[in-house]
């Protein structure tokens, strides 16, 4: 499972997963390795334009050998919402 680049490099938003089951990622991680099952994911999500950065609880089941990707519902302005997606 993988979410954006820590540093952004100009990208009008940023996703940034900071836990998973509670458990917390490093500022340097963009991916993590998961078993197969139910996970919670803790992910901040921050546009650019406006420096607003909202906090998200994502819930999913992952499947086995799956591969995953956070992507950001977002405007210009604000972040909607955040989603895992099949890669």
């Known amino acids: 499972?993988?979410?954006d680049p820590v540093v952004s490099a100009g990208l009008p938003?940023?996703?940034?997963?900071?836990q998973v089951d509670g458990r917390e990622i490093g500022l340097s991680s963009s991916a993590v390795e998961l078993a197969p099952g139910a996970h919670t994911?803790?992910?901040d999500c921050r546009v650019e334009e406006s420096g607003?950065?909202?906090r998200f609880v994502?819930?999913?089941e992952l499947e086995p050998g799956g591969r995953y990707r956070l992507v950001a519902n977002a405007s210009a302005r604000n972040c909607e919402?955040?989603?895992l997606i099949a890669d």
Do not use: D, K
């Not at 938003?13 to 900071?18: A, D, F, S």
């Open 1 to 3: 499972m993988r979410a």
């Open 13 to 18: 938003v940023q996703l940034r997963l900071r």
């Open 41 to 43: 994911f803790l992910v």
């Open 52 to 54: 607003a950065v909202n």
């Open 58 to 60: 994502v819930e999913e």
């Open 81 to 83: 919402a955040v989603e």
